[in-house]
């Protein structure tokens, strides 16, 4: 533990924290950093507590800061790339998570994160292939596969890619094709597709969770 770690402020700073008392903490912390400058838990909070006001772009200042000190770099620049998103520097965003990438390839996050990145610049190919990659990475991302399947309304892949949502999204969009209905506002003709819709879907119920 430093000094300041055994200081009374870091208990008092840590239950502000925990309480999510942000200007409380701030106050404290300002208060007490020319007595210990260049520390590295003070330059770590003054990044967490910045980040959570939403004032990207001191959150982002410190988290650079930090950078040197961190032999693993990645959760730094992945909140580097969301500030610098919510700030509209979207190229600037992409750089990160692509760093963050470099410095850890399987952190599904970054993954899911670039894709909404190259989604708002409407880049659907480069989109698609990150957030199949973070369910690759893990399935369980639910952001993931919320975004991949938002996504698969606005554009399909070009290349082939090895994911259960495109594939049932290429299995639906068939559907009125080997049906031969031509039909499509006759009640009858809809309860057709909605049921072999349901039926497509039931047979991929483990790996997708869409509430919609």
Same mark, same amino acid.
């Given at each position: 533990?430093? !000094?300041?770690?055994? &200081?009374?402020?870091? *208990?008092?700073?840590?239950?502000?924290?925990?309480?999510?008392?942000?200007?409380?903490?701030?106050? /404290?912390i300002? &208060? %007490?950093?020319?007595?210990?400058?260049?520390?590295?838990? /003070?330059?770590?909070m003054f990044a967490s507590i910045y980040f959570n006001k939403l004032e990207w772009e001191k959150a982002i200042t410190y988290y650079k800061k930090i950078l040197i000190f961190e032999k693993y770099k990645f959760k730094i620049l992945l909140n580097i790339g969301v500030?610098?998103?919510?700030? *509209?520097? /979207?190229?600037? &965003?992409?750089?990160?998570? !692509?760093d963050a990438i470099n410095d850890n390839p399987n952190f599904d996050l970054t993954h899911d994160n670039l894709g909404i990145s190259y989604l708002e610049i409407a880049k659907f190919d480069e989109a698609i292939k990150c957030f199949s990659l973070?369910? !690759?990475?893990?399935?369980?991302?639910?952001?993931?596969?919320?975004?991949? %399947?938002n996504i698969l309304c606005l554009a399909k892949p070009r290349e082939n890619i090895n994911n259960n949502i495109i594939k049932l999204d290429k299995k639906i969009s068939n559907l009125i094709k080997v049906s031969k209905i031509k039909n499509l506002v006759d009640e009858e003709n809809i309860k057709i597709i909605l049921d072999k819709n349901i039926n497509l879907i039931n047979k991929y119920k483990d790996d997708i969770i869409f509430n919609e």
């Open positions: 533990m430093n !000094k300041f770690q055994n &200081s009374k402020e870091f *208990g008092e700073v840590v239950k502000y924290l925990n309480n999510k008392s942000f200007d409380k903490a701030l106050r /404290i300002n &208060s %007490i950093a020319h007595k210990y400058p260049d520390d590295q838990i /003070i330059l770590k500030a610098l998103y919510k700030l *509209g520097k /979207i190229n600037k &965003s992409i750089e990160a998570f !692509k973070a369910l !690759k990475i893990n399935k369980n991302n639910l952001n993931a596969q919320r975004n991949l %399947i």
